[in-house]
């Protein structure tokens, strides 16, 4: 779909709720099961899980998704990156992902963000970053390398700033 094209038709749904658009959005507007910020149970969520997903979309249009080490920096998410990765070459060119943990085996629940990512310089290197040793130490050590290592090899530090956050049963992704 592009700007400015009708999407599907939507019934039953109140589509003048402010919660479903953005100020100044001209686009049709998208039903989301939940519009928050990232608290409570979505905060658990996150550090409860390892490994997130992220889908950029390439200059071809075509979205790639990835398994992800990242933690959370108050209401953004950081993932640090090899410079050669092609994700940074698709976000540099449209800087909106989409960012997800694997939902429950039976579909029960799930957690999807969009985001506006964003090469950030000023973050520290992977092996300074006190909460990020701590949370992937162990994998770091297990896959072979050591913090220095990791950081050196994957040092492109992205901020993905939350956008919006879909989600439903998340007392099913921390179980």
Do not use: K
């Not at 990242?70 to 800087?95: F, G, H, K, M, Q």
């Not at 310089?121 to 990791?150: C, K, M, N």
Request: proline share 7%; aromatic share 8%; glycine share 8%.
């Amino acid at each position: 779909m592009t700007p400015g094209e009708t999407g599907p038709a939507l019934t039953d749904i109140d589509i003048s709720h402010p919660a479903l658009f953005r100020e100044g959005d001209s686009r049709s507007p998208v039903v989301y099961l939940e519009v928050m910020i990232i608290s409570g149970p979505v905060v658990e969520a996150l550090d409860h899980e390892l490994v997130g997903f992220l889908t950029p979309v390439n200059r071809s249009g075509q979205p790639q998704t990835s398994p992800i080490w990242y933690i959370r920096d108050d209401e953004d998410l950081i993932v640090y990156n090899r410079p050669t990765a092609a994700r940074l070459v698709s976000i540099a060119a449209n800087p909106m992902v989409a960012f997800n943990l694997r939902g429950d085996r039976r579909a029960m629940g799930a957690l999807t963000i969009e985001a506006l990512a964003v090469v950030d310089i000023g973050l520290p290197p992977a092996d300074e970053h006190l909460g990020y040793v701590q949370r992937y130490g162990r994998e770091i050590e297990r896959l072979g390398w050591t913090p220095r290592s990791f950081a050196d090899e994957f040092s492109v530090g992205l901020r993905l700033s939350v956008e919006r956050i879909r989600s439903w049963g998340l007392d099913h992704l921390v179980r």
